[in-house]
């Protein structure tokens, strides 16, 4: 059986050991995930995205 994706949400902390244990392209699919689908503008996706990864580890 297939693990779940993780998501992610800017508007709660992640479990630390959970995030931390993900591999770091999970996670930055992950960010991206989250603001591809939320519409928002956030200029450069893929700066985005690296700057929430860098943050949340």
Same mark, same amino acid.
């Given at each position: 059986? $297939?693990?779940?994706? #993780?998501?992610? &949400?800017p508007?709660?902390a #992640? &479990?630390? =050991?959970t995030?931390?244990a993900?591999p770091e392209? %999970?996670?930055?699919k $992950?960010?991206?995930?989250?603001? %591809?689908l =939320?519409?928002? #503008?956030?200029g450069n996706?893929q $700066?985005?995205t ?5 943050v949340?580890n």
């Amino acid at each position: 059986m $297939a693990k779940p994706h #993780p998501t992610y &949400n800017p508007q709660s902390a #992640p &479990n630390a =050991s959970t995030w931390l244990a993900l591999p770091e392209t %999970q996670r930055i699919k $992950a960010v991206a995930t989250f603001h %591809q689908l =939320s519409h928002e #503008p956030c200029g450069n996706l893929q $700066a985005h995205t690296a700057l929430h990864v860098v943050v949340e580890n």
